[in-house]
């Protein structure tokens, strides 16, 4: 697709959003504010030791992992961009104990936002590509009604029911993946103009490959299936597949 022709981000929602007439455009707004999050974060990124960024935070998160300095910057990042907008009753994030509920001085509105602000991010310390994950969600009926504080019931909500879900990946280029429900896209950060644009559009995972990505190390957890289908690969010609498989850490 040539340049001049690539979508940004913005003219992909305002065209999803053209398809429902009842839309009221805060549903873009927010995930504006998302991306801008993300470009904020693939910026402290790219300074890397420059920045004074890596290593430990001193303190865990919800899932006892070290956090990072950069998880704790990333997770302000994320709440600074996207509090003030009116879009969100609240937040949840892997790096907070709690929800975060909307401070009293902004209007609150009928989404919430999950989101990992910066996952495997012990992997700057080495060079190699981190990202942020995200899903929104409608805030329960009640929670609108009342205007109570969100609670961790309200997020615990079935996949199916996301209004939204994407991840940014920060690496040689800064992209972002995102479904809307119509599919899934994926923008590439232009330096040139701060914009995120149209590179990928459909992305569907290939029917065949000769790759694999998988964290060995949890191979005592993994389900009979899985186990059988990274035997197969690893097997290789000889076996049941009949072709070699490259194994990734990083999946490509």
Avoid at 92 to 106: K, N, Q
Avoid at 232 to 252: H, L, P, Q
Wanted: a negative charge.
């Amino acid at each position: 697709m040539p340049l001049s022709r690539r979508s940004t981000l913005t003219q992909f929602l305002i065209e999803e959003r053209r398809r429902y007439p009842e839309a009221s455009g805060d549903f873009n707004a927010l995930i504006l504010n998302v991306a801008l999050a993300c470009k904020a974060i693939a910026r402290s990124v790219s300074f890397g030791a420059l920045g004074d960024i890596l290593g430990s935070h001193g303190s865990t998160n919800v899932q006892g992992e070290t956090q990072q300095k950069l998880d704790v910057l990333s997770n302000d990042m994320f709440i600074r961009a996207t509090e003030w907008g009116g879009h969100l009753a609240g937040m949840a994030s892997e790096e907070m104990e709690l929800p975060w509920p909307m401070p009293r001085e902004f209007p609150r509105g009928k989404y919430l936002l999950v989101f990992d602000p910066l996952d495997g991010s012990s992997n700057i310390d080495v060079n190699v590509s981190v990202g942020s994950i995200f899903s929104v969600l409608r805030a329960p009926a009640d929670v609108l009604a009342t205007g109570r504080d969100v609670t961790v019931d309200d997020f615990l909500q079935p996949g199916v029911q996301q209004v939204a879900a994407g991840y940014a990946i920060y690496g040689p280029t800064t992209m972002l993946v995102l479904t809307v429900g119509s599919g899934v896209y994926g923008f590439t950060l232009d330096p040139n103009l701060g914009e995120f644009k149209l590179t990928h559009p459909l992305i569907r995972i290939p029917e065949e490959t000769h790759e694999f990505a998988i964290n060995a190390s949890n191979s005592r957890f993994w389900e009979a299936p899985v186990k059988r289908y990274v035997d197969e690969c690893m097997a290789g010609r000889s076996g049941v597949r009949g072709k070699d498989f490259n194994m990734r850490w990083i999946a490509s």
